[in-house]
């Protein structure tokens, strides 16, 4: 949530000459509605459902670049299919960086009526170990340009695949 995400994977999209697909775009195309409809209409639970089907649907797919939405971990099993499927990427920011990232958006129904720095900060804190025990390599978005995030991913994803290549991992 307010990481950059959805930008990062389009431009590593285009560097990898790789398909890429938003989650949550999807799930709007197929439900017909944005995301905060859908929680307020239906549930987050519902929401959370259409995420991993969706997960699920995508294990077909090969040499594709996936921005998940910011809870898709917080089921285990998603991280799993993650896993199994390719190499997980956890953006991260300071609490503050997303706070100013997000802050005039209304289709954050996470946030609705807790758009603050210390909710936000506590919600982090909360979804961490799930970010942890799915992610493959981290890289934080504080004060880096696309280029240099995209670099940074390319470069930790080559020494993840020689070491996966080298039987290091």
């Known amino acids: 949530m307010g990481v950059g995400k959805s930008t990062i994977a389009s431009q590593l999209g285009k560097m990898l000459h790789m398909d890429r697909l938003e989650m949550d775009q999807k799930i709007v195309e197929q439900?017909?509605?944005p995301v905060s409809e859908i929680f307020s209409r239906y549930g987050e639970q519902y929401f959370r459902d259409a995420e991993s089907n969706l997960l699920i649907a995508?294990?077909?797919g090969k040499g594709m670049v996936v921005s998940c939405g910011g809870g898709v971990v917080l089921r285990r099993e998603?991280?799993?299919h993650m896993k199994k499927n390719g190499h997980v990427i956890w953006l991260t920011a300071a609490?503050?960086?997303?706070?100013?990232?997000?802050?005039d958006n209304k289709d954050r129904?996470?946030?609705n009526n807790n758009m603050n720095v210390e909710f936000i900060r506590?919600?982090?804190e909360k979804r961490k170990p799930f970010y942890e025990a799915a992610e493959d390599i981290q890289v934080t978005t504080d004060q880096?340009?696309?280029s240099q995030i995209c670099a940074e991913i390319v470069e930790k994803l080559s020494i993840l695949e020689e070491q996966e290549h080298s039987g290091e991992c």
């Open 95 to 103: 609490p503050e960086t997303i706070y100013e990232r997000v802050k």
């Open 122 to 124: 506590e919600l982090m």
């Open 31 to 33: 439900e017909g509605m």
């Open 144 to 146: 880096k340009s696309i």
């Open 109 to 111: 129904p996470i946030l």
């Open 58 to 60: 995508l294990q077909e």
């Open 78 to 80: 998603n991280g799993m």
